[in-house]
């Protein structure tokens, strides 16, 4: 399975991924349009960001995943096909034990606080390349 | 037939006893397990709260045992006398089963005070499908509208959160002086008390239930300790839970409060494992011995365990007591020591906000215990922290900060930590 790789000392903390992954994840896939969305879908992908340090974070897809053993109801699991960590939200019944298990401190609450939101779903089809990855402009993410 | 050889026997199968037995069938596919258990099947025992107040379709998870396993589930049954000497374990149906290495993970049973009118109808434990069930009906049958809880522990105010989606007039008592006595400290229990009672949950510390009275049919009136009286159609008890080891008293494994295990969660008794709720376990932190009856640990256990049984040499770093939960709209995670005594090593690091609190408690520069409330956000990467024993000297005074990641860490652990392909510094 392809992995997306951080190299800090590339990332301009543009942000550009966060915004790509939003346009991605929303219903048009348009630029201003999901931005003059105020229901527009939370970033998967997060910039850290400490003085002159940053980097793209998103889940790992951990291969032993914390967040798929400790959930409660299975929301949380692994495609077996992809090897991508997904959250189906029907399931998910906001117990917040993948936001207490999680290694890097991704899991985030939706804004609602309902369920677990802004997870990244590896949202693209083999031999293609996630949007955060194909718009960095300095190659502070790869897929590999 | 009423007798039956297997390598492997597993006791109870909630999520310790599964966790064991698709480990041990992801080493060896062909193994063939034998399961005993009271239940109808495998269930997720946490979701009976949100089944009940209906934020949840189904008990069922996700998780099965995999399809074509060598499996046998004796269902609706149970291990009435272990022979740890010749392997075998007698069963209530008059079964007898033979076994090269057996897993103990029969849970948890609720702790049920002395109370006088215990019996009435419309008195509950809540910790299992039965009580569901129960529940249910009762609820379809008579349409309570008065509930009261005994316990303001995990199980307590669970339950309450059920009872607050299905609109019931809530008393919750609590024998201590703050609520969750074992996840908070008295500051961070003040906020959980605001959000309850403003959504109406009458919330009663340092009381307990002298007795419960009923009508002849069911329950109507709980006494407390004050003696104030208290008009009541439901009460459920929820002070705890003990490990279910009272059918282990002849069998010569080593019981205390739990039943006892080593770093490789194997009992005193060779070839004899135990897991979940039912073991205890060395204590990550305090180096103690004691039960931590949480979901993560059972998993975690039941996969050493699992390992062990086939023969492996895998060693158990220690239980960790933590938990999450969301009640009212007000979310909390708690880790490790979050009442430590007061002085020396300890240091603790508090921020207090309008509707969040989060506290860090410090031994050596090290994380040992975590409250955070009302923001729960990164609460697995102070988790990690504390697993991991990093010290924290170099980043100490960003610890409390809403924006503290990743990013705070030295290089060398945002380096090694990010699994797979890893993160370039």
Redesign the interface.
């Known amino acids: 399975m392809k ?7 590339y990332c301009i903390g543009c942000h550009l991924c966060e915004i790509t992954c939003v346009v991605k994840h929303s219903p048009s896939g348009k630029l201003i349009k999901t931005f003059r969305d105020t229901n527009r879908p939370a970033p998967r992908v997060r910039v ?3 003085g002159y ?3 793209a ?1 998103q889940c ?4 032993d995943a ?1 967040c798929v ?2 959930c ?4 949380m ?1 692994r495609d077996e096909e992809t090897g991508v960590v997904l959250c ?1 939200e029907d ?1 998910c ?13 991704v ?3 939706n804004a609602e ?1 309902t369920h677990i939101g802004s997870k990244c779903d590896g949202c693209v089809k083999k031999g293609e390349v996630p949007p955060c990855v194909e718009n960095c402009p300095n190659e502070a993410l790869t897929y ?1 | 037939m009423n007798e039956i050889r297997t390598p492997y026997l597993i006791v109870g199968f909630s999520v310790a006893g599964l966790w064991g037995a698709r480990t041990i069938w992801q080493k060896d596919p062909e193994a063939s397990i034998v399961a005993v258990s009271d239940e109808d099947g495998f269930y997720s025992r946490p979701l009976i709260t949100y089944f009940l107040g209906g934020k949840s379709q189904s008990i069922e998870h996700r998780l099965k045992v995999p399809e074509g396993a060598p499996f046998t589930f004796l269902s609706g049954d149970r291990v009435e006398h272990l022979d740890t000497q010749n392997r075998m374990a007698f069963l209530r149906s008059g079964k007898k089963v033979l076994f090269d290495r057996a897993l103990i993970a029969t849970g948890g049973v609720p702790v049920v005070p002395p109370i006088q009118g215990l019996t009435n109808e419309g008195v509950f434990t809540f910790t299992g499908r039965r009580d569901l069930m129960a529940m249910q009906e009762f609820l379809r049958r008579t349409n309570p509208k008065r509930v009261l809880i005994l316990g303001g522990g995990f199980i307590g105010l669970k339950t309450c959160e059920a009872f607050m989606h299905l609109g019931l007039e809530i008393t919750l008592v609590e024998l201590a002086s703050r609520l969750l006595p074992l996840m908070l400290d008295e500051e961070a229990s003040r906020y959980l008390e605001d959000a309850l009672r403003k959504t109406g949950v009458q919330v009663v510390l340092k009381e307990t239930i002298q007795g419960l009275e009923g009508n002849g049919e069911k329950l109507t009136r709980a006494t407390l300790q004050s003696g104030a009286h208290l008009p009541v159609d439901c009460a459920v008890v929820a002070v705890g839970v003990r490990p279910n080891v009272a059918w282990l008293s002849d069998s010569g494994i080593t019981v205390r409060r739990g039943v006892v295990v080593d770093a490789f969660q194997e009992t005193s008794q060779t070839g004899i494992f135990a897991a979940g709720d039912v073991a205890e376990t060395r204590n990550l932190l305090t180096g103690e011995w004691n039960v931590v009856a949480i979901w993560p640990e059972a998993v975690r256990q039941g996969k050493v365990a699992g390992m062990n049984m086939t023969g492996e040499r895998i060693p158990y770093p220690g239980s960790l007591p933590l938990n999450a939960l969301d009640l009212g709209g007000l979310a909390l995670v708690s880790a490790g020591i979050v009442n430590p005594p007061e002085g020396a090593p300890f240091e603790v690091l508090v921020r207090r906000e309008k509707h969040a609190y989060m506290k860090v408690v410090l031994a050596e520069e090290r994380i040992v215990g975590l409250i955070m409330l009302g923001r729960i956000e990164k609460s697995g990467l102070y988790i990690r922290l504390l697993r991991e024993r990093i010290p924290v000297t170099e980043f100490k005074e960003r610890l409390l900060d809403p924006r503290f990641g990743l990013v705070n860490l030295p290089r060398e652990y945002r380096k090694s930590w990010v699994e797979g392909v890893g993160m370039e510094v």
Do not use: Q
């Not at chain 1, 992995?3 to 000392?9: C, D, Q, S």
């Open positions: 992995k997306i790789r951080i190299h800090e000392e850290e960001e400490e340090v940053s980097f974070l790992r897809h951990c291969d914390p053993e400790n409660l109801t299975g929301a699991y189906d399931r019944v906001g117990c917040w034990m993948c936001i207490m298990s999680c290694p890097f401190g899991a985030e609450r606080h590999e």
